[in-house]
């Protein structure tokens, strides 16, 4: 089993920036990619970024050049960095884990409003 704990979520006025975290434990062996989703109110669930094993990386088209999804290894920690929030990025952000043995883990997730 993995378990994911987000942290980083809060009110940012447009324009302005964000990094949440996501600490990764247990059957760490077992994650082949790392993802953030969001689910904006009334919309479904979307992927935000992710990032593989081996370090490639995928951003929806909403959020290329203004979000950075990374990790830190020793750590165990995957991280997405938000630059230029626009109020349509207010959403609760979940990180995801996807793997072997069918491994696909959510965390509790963190919200993130963009507002004025």
């Known amino acids: 089993q993995v378990q994911l704990v987000e942290s980083g979520g809060g009110l940012v006025q447009p324009g302005g920036s964000l990094r949440l975290s996501c600490v990764v434990s247990g059957s760490i062996f077992s994650i082949k990619t790392m993802g953030w989703y969001r689910r904006a ?15 490639s990386t ?18 165990n920690t995957v991280y997405l960095q938000m630059n230029s929030l626009r109020p349509e990025d207010t959403a609760v952000y979940y990180c995801n884990a996807k793997g072997i043995f069918g491994l696909d883990a959510w965390g509790q997730g963190t919200l993130v409003t963009v507002s004025s």
């Open 41 to 55: 109110p009334g919309d479904q669930r979307e992927l935000v970024a992710s990032i593989s094993s081996g370090g």
């Open 58 to 75: 995928n951003y929806a088209d909403s959020v290329k050049g203004r979000f950075t999804i990374s990790r830190d290894n020793a750590k």
